[in-house]
């Protein structure tokens, strides 16, 4: 079955990191790049970045960089993403979703919230 | 940064009627063009692709058009299931494909 699954629900303390997963299965896992997209409560998408599977380059947007990273293991076909630095603004779903171009495949999300 | 802008915000529509959506982008994105659903609790649902490709087992009355700046997702016919937020987005100008803000389709 074609499908991403993402780690459990976090709750972060401000200041933290958190570390999510998105494992894939059903394709071939290098075939297709990786995309982080977030949606606080009530609000649009915001794209966080993107892994290319095969080679593990990244390209994260300017609004994140230096307190996130992506990274991923081949071996069991899971990408990651972590943030740092974590404020209540951070309090979010976070998203991984496959691209051929469009996003075709998304995980459930992984809840994320900042509370002191 | 490619600024996608989809009108309107909500919008009102009886069950059976036509529903259309707009979204323009403030540059050429060509056909590099996709619209998700999303309904509370779940992740966006692919639906249309190259502005006017339905996703697989996406419903023939979801219509997309537009090439360019100016798109439209037309849904005919709508049934209770239809009622949802819906995104466009822009995978022209890689890698930052930017989402528009959503227009919610409630129940009028």
């Known amino acids: 079955q074609v499908q991403l699954v993402q780690s459990g629900a976090e709750v972060k303390k401000p200041g933290a990191s958190v570390k999510v997963s998105c494992k894939a299965s059903?394709?071939?896992?290098?075939?297709?790049?990786m995309h982080w997209v977030r949606q606080a409560p009530g609000q649009g998408l915001e794209w966080l970045g993107i892994?290319?599977?095969?080679?593990?380059?990244?390209s994260y947007a300017q609004k994140f960089q230096g307190r996130v990273t992506m990274t991923r293991d081949m071996s069991t076909s899971t990408v990651y993403m972590q943030l740092s630095s974590l404020t209540s603004e951070d309090t979010a779903v976070y998203y991984c979703?496959?691209?051929?171009?469009?996003?075709?495949?998304w995980g459930r999300g992984t809840l994320v919230t900042v509370s002191s | 940064e490619i600024v996608m802008t989809q009108s309107p915000a909500t919008l009102s529509v009886s069950p059976g009627e036509r529903a259309t959506l707009s979204c323009r982008a403030s540059?050429?994105?060509?056909?590099?063009l996709a619209w998700y659903q999303q309904k509370p609790g779940q992740a966006p649902r692919l639906l249309i692709y190259?502005?006017?490709t339905r996703a697989t087992g996406i419903p023939a009355r979801f219509i997309g058009s537009g090439s360019g700046t100016e798109f439209i997702l037309t849904i005919s016919s709508l049934q209770s299931e239809d009622f949802a937020v819906y995104y466009c987005?822009?995978?022209?100008?890689?890698?930052?494909?930017?989402f528009g803000q959503g227009t919610k389709l409630e129940i009028k």
């Open positions: 190259g502005a006017s």
């Open positions: 987005q822009q995978y022209r100008n890689w890698p930052l494909y930017t």
């Open positions: 540059q050429s994105v060509s056909s590099d």
């Open positions: 892994i290319d599977p095969s080679g593990g380059t990244t």
């Open positions: 059903g394709y071939t896992f290098n075939n297709y790049y």
């Open positions: 979703a496959r691209s051929p171009g469009y996003f075709d495949l």
